[in-house]
């Protein structure tokens, strides 16, 4: 489930965190949904304990986890993550829109694009 890059200059924790995101966002871990344990996620991993405990903390402090004492880490509602992101999202989504304009790109190009990127979500 999760697959990091120890070669990267993104720092472990970082990539833990943005890969839980990631899966958070595309529903495979749903709310509720209990993490693994800080010591078995590090073994699975390879990685220290205090870098996996650090992305947990993190992540609770977003609100994207919250924890239960003796019970574990389990995935927060997100919803208002969720809509943050996509307002966001479609801020710089329409700047992109004004710069391709600007660059005279035209309306069905833009439309294709977007068509393009999500049809290829519902191939996968």
């Given amino acids: 489930m999760f697959i990091l890059d120890l070669k990267s200059r993104v720092p472990i ?28 996620l590090a073994r699975d991993l390879g990685v220290n304990p205090n870098t996996i405990q ?3 903390q993190d992540m609770e402090k977003e609100g994207i986890i919250y924890s239960v004492a003796g019970k574990g880490s389990f995935v927060n509602d997100i919803s208002a993550l969720k809509q943050k992101e996509t307002e966001t999202a479609m801020e710089a989504l329409e700047q992109l829109c004004r710069q ?7 309306k069905q190009q833009v439309i294709a694009c977007v ?10």
């Fill in 13 to 40: 924790y970082e990539q833990l965190k943005n890969k839980t995101l990631e899966l958070i966002m595309a529903g495979v871990l749903e709310q509720d949904s209990q993490l693994p344990s800080v010591r078995s």
């Fill in 54 to 56: 650090n992305a947990y």
């Fill in 100 to 106: 391709l304009k600007s660059c005279n790109a035209t």
């Fill in 115 to 124: 068509e393009k990127i999500f049809s290829e979500e519902e191939q996968v």
